[in-house]
C-alpha cells in the first residue's frame, strides 16, 4: 500500500473513541481502525524503513492490569523507530492530529546515569545543549520528564543543571489538523523532521550504549 495521508476519518475515529471506549464501540468500527489509521501508519512507516529502519506499530489495546483506568483502547496510534533501549523516532495520530517526536523515552539505573554524565561533561553537554537550541529554534518542542530537585550527587550550582534534572529528552513537533496530514505530502513532513531529529537521536544512542 501506497502511503496518501491519514484520512479524516482516522480523526473522526479517535473522536469517537473518546466518547465511547467500549468495546462494543470497537467491534462496530474496527473497520474504520483497519482501513483509516493502522494501513497507513503501517504505510507510513515502510516508506520510512529504508532510511531509518523498521518500525513496531504499537496495539491498540491499553494494559490495565494496574491501571485504575480500565478504558480498553489507546485513543491514539503510535509508531516507534528504535535505535537504542527506549531511544529513537515516534510518530503518532489522534484526535488532536499527527505529531512527531525523537529523544529518549525511558530511563533508570545505569542508561540515566550514563546519560547524567554525558550532560555533565563540557564536551558533550554543551554539543547536547547545541542541538536543543537548534531544534527549538526549528520549530520543535524540547520536552521530557523532569526532577523538580537536583539529581544526587550533582551541584545545584552546575551551568547545565537544567539538563542534568531531565530524566528524559524529547524534541517533539505536533502537526496538528493540517490539511497535508491528509495526504502523500506528510510523508515528506515526517521523514525530514525525523532527519533534523537524528542528531538529538545520535547524541543520546552515544552517551547511553556502553
Known amino acids: 500500500m501506497e502511503?496518501?495521508?491519514?484520512?479524516?476519518?482516522?480523526?473522526?475515529?479517535?473522536d469517537d473513541l473518546e466518547v465511547?471506549?467500549?468495546?462494543?464501540?470497537w467491534d462496530a468500527h474496527k473497520a474504520t481502525y483497519d482501513n483509516a489509521v493502522k494501513a497507513p501508519m503501517v504505510a507510513l512507516t515502510d516508506a520510512l524503513a529504508q532510511e531509518f529502519g523498521a518500525a513496531k506499530v504499537f496495539r491498540p489495546y491499553r494494559d490495565v492490569r494496574f491501571a485504575k483506568d480500565k478504558t480498553p483502547y489507546?485513543?491514539?496510534?503510535?509508531?516507534?523507530?528504535?535505535?537504542?533501549?527506549?531511544?529513537?523516532?515516534?510518530?503518532?495520530v489522534a484526535a488532536p492530529?499527527?505529531?512527531?517526536?525523537?529523544?529518549?523515552?525511558?530511563?533508570?539505573g545505569e542508561r540515566l546515569a550514563a546519560l547524567r554524565e554525558a550532560m555533565a561533561d563540557d564536551k558533550t553537554g554543551k554539543a547536547?545543549?547545541?542541538?536543543?537550541?537548534?531544534l527549538e529554534k526549528g520549530g520543535f518542542e524540547v520536552a521530557g520528564e523532569r526532577l523538580k530537585t537536583v539529581?544526587?550527587?550533582?551541584?545545584?550550582e552546575h551551568p547545565r543543571?537544567?539538563?542534568?534534572?531531565?530524566?528524559?529528552v524529547l524534541g517533539m513537533r505536533s502537526y496538528g489538523f493540517e490539511p497535508f496530514v491528509h495526504t502523500a505530502e506528510l510523508l515528506d513532513k515526517v521523514?525530514?523532521?525525523w532527519r533534523r531529529l537524528r542528531p538529538l537521536v545520535n547524541w543520546i544512542e552515544t552517551a547511553t550504549t556502553p
Open 3 to 14: 502511503f496518501s495521508g491519514f484520512p479524516v476519518a482516522a480523526l473522526d475515529f479517535y
Open 20 to 25: 465511547d471506549n467500549t468495546k462494543s464501540f
Open 74 to 92: 489507546k485513543t491514539h496510534q503510535g509508531a516507534f523507530v528504535g535505535v537504542a533501549a527506549a531511544t529513537g523516532w515516534y510518530v503518532e
Open 97 to 108: 492530529g499527527v505529531r512527531v517526536g525523537g529523544g529518549i523515552y525511558e530511563a533508570g
Open 128 to 134: 547536547l545543549q547545541r542541538i536543543l537550541r537548534d
Open 151 to 156: 539529581p544526587r550527587g550533582y551541584d545545584k
Open 161 to 168: 543543571i537544567d539538563l542534568l534534572r531531565m530524566k528524559t
Open 191 to 193: 521523514r525530514e523532521d
